[in-house]
């Protein structure tokens, strides 16, 4: 069984904010899937189901992002999953540009407190994870304040495509394994030509 686990915030002020675009992502598989994430067990919504044949459990912790791992470990203990070859993590990221993906099989937590939590309640970083792009922070802007803060209709439009991609993702991995993701999503920008002839 895979768990596939999106992380965000409850309640309804949080919606549509960046730091939820990882329970915007699992709704969408959802939907597709025709999973019903609506089961509230191990302070989490969660739904069964299958995807690609393979039987997994569609994850929104409910423990507030700083706090994910709390929930995360009831699951893996409950159901009795390898974190390192069963769990896949789906997240924001402020590196990246709105709507891009990375997908990484392990990693640290880069600054990321939901990515934090599930190292430190864990023990390891040895997990799948899918990081989508919300955007560089303003300079002008506190942190919290802008993962906090809410798309604009335009933003919310490029974040949209980056669901279907995410999606495609988690297909990926659960059909060819974390290592097919990575080769197709994990586009390398081209660098920038540099001047590096002697004068």
Known sequence: ??????????E?????????????????????AHINV?????????????????????????????????????????YKVDPESELIVILDDIALEEGMIRVRKKGSAGGHNGLKSIIAHLGTENFSRIRMGVGEKPSYMDLADYVLGHFSPESRKIMDGGLKEADEAVHLILQ??????MNRFNKKKPKPETETEEQ
């Open 1 to 10: 069984m895979y768990i596939i686990a999106g992380l965000g915030n409850p």
């Open 12 to 32: 309804r002020k949080y919606e549509n904010t960046r730091h939820n675009i990882g329970f915007d992502v699992i709704d969408y598989i959802a939907y597709y």
């Open 38 to 78: 609506s089961e509230m067990k191990h302070k989490a919504l969660i739904g069964k189901g299958v995807i690609d044949g393979e039987k997994v459990l569609l994850v929104k912790p409910l423990t507030y992002m700083n706090n994910s791992g709390e929930s995360l470990r009831e699951i893996v203990d409950y």
């Open 176 to 181: 060819d394994g974390i290592e097919a993701a």
